[in-house]
């Protein structure tokens, strides 16, 4: 007989490709020439969802970019078409990318890299005309930080006593590298041979919170120091040693493309959360409309 553990697990899985689905079928066309794939736990069940229409309508022509050695690993398991990104032509977008998140908060500022896949994974984000995130229930949050721990940041490994004495004084109580999954193996490291920084920060506000103010930052408390995400993102961006933050925010794709800017939005434009009902809970950033 199976333990309610093991049910739930099945249902939060059975949502995770629910919401795959929904958001294949919301933003995926077979007449597309470069599409995105990420590296969350949701990928699997986008790569099934796309290889499907795929089958159905056919395009060869279509080329993945992947954002890591598992994703690469899903395309060509799939019999999918993978590139690096840095094959794409010149000022080429991406038509679409499809990624998972550790936590989205209500105005789509995501925390991302939890697969220690987030320097890739921003490369693609901002690569693509439009990001999707899928996910289940549970990365659902009023502000980031309130659910997952952490920010992960990647690190050049020569850096990391330079890194971590930063982060402190930027407010995280207690910054660490993370340890790789297997006993006596070290640190963690990328496809890039960095380190991966755990860095713990009270939840974030966002920039319409009250008691934001003008320096994005607030108070120190005992858990650290209450930042506004993007003005935190930055300042650890600034930090010498550091390669990419697991925080996506600012513009989105077509917000980016509006103002003119060549860097490309970091925020999802859709989320698809698979519910623990089995229900799709989909949230559109404002003022997007999908293409028909």
């Given amino acids: 007989m199976s333990s309610g553990k093991d049910t739930n697990a099945n249902l939060v899985e059975q949502s995770k490709r629910t919401a795959a689905f929904r958001a294949v079928d919301e933003h995926f066309k077979t007449t597309y ?17 796309i290889k499907q229409a795929m089958d159905k309508a056919g395009n060869p022509r279509i080329l993945f970019v992947p954002t890591g050695y598992q994703s690469r690993s899903l395309v060509d398991s799939a019999g999918l078409t993978s590139i690096s990104i840095d094959s794409l032509p010149e000022d080429q977008k991406l038509d679409v990318a499809f990624d998972g998140a550790d936590e989205v908060d209500e105005d789509f500022n995501c925390v991302k890299g939890g697969g220690a896949c987030l320097y890739q994974e921003k490369l693609v984000a901002t690569s693509a005309k439009e990001f999707i995130c899928v996910a289940d229930f549970r990365k659902d949050s ?18 990391l006593k330079t890194v971590i004495r930063a982060l402190k004084a930027l407010g995280s109580p207690n910054p660490e590298v993370r340890a790789s999954g297997a006993e006596k193996q070290g640190p963690l490291k990328t496809d890039q041979d960095n380190f991966i920084i755990k860095a713990p920060f009270p939840p974030l506000l966002i920039s319409k919170d009250p008691q934001n103010d003008a320096e994005g930052v607030t108070k120190d408390g005992a858990k650290g120091r209450v930042w506004e995400v993007e003005r935190l993102a930055v300042a650890i961006k600034m930090i010498t040693g550091v390669l990419e933050v697991g925080l996506f925010v600012g513009r989105n794709g ?5 103002a003119g800017d060549k860097q490309g939005g970091q925020k999802p434009v859709a989320v698809y959360f698979g519910m623990e009902d089995g229900t799709v809970k989909a ?10």
């Fill in 33 to 49: 020439t470069y599409v995105g794939i990420g590296s969350g736990s949701t990928v699997q069940y986008v790569v099934e969802a």
């Fill in 142 to 159: 009023k502000r980031l930080l309130n659910t997952w721990t952490y920010i992960p940041i990647e690190v050049d490994q020569r850096g």
């Fill in 254 to 258: 077509p917000e980016a493309a509006k």
């Fill in 283 to 292: 949230r559109y950033a404002e003022g997007y409309s999908r293409s028909a």
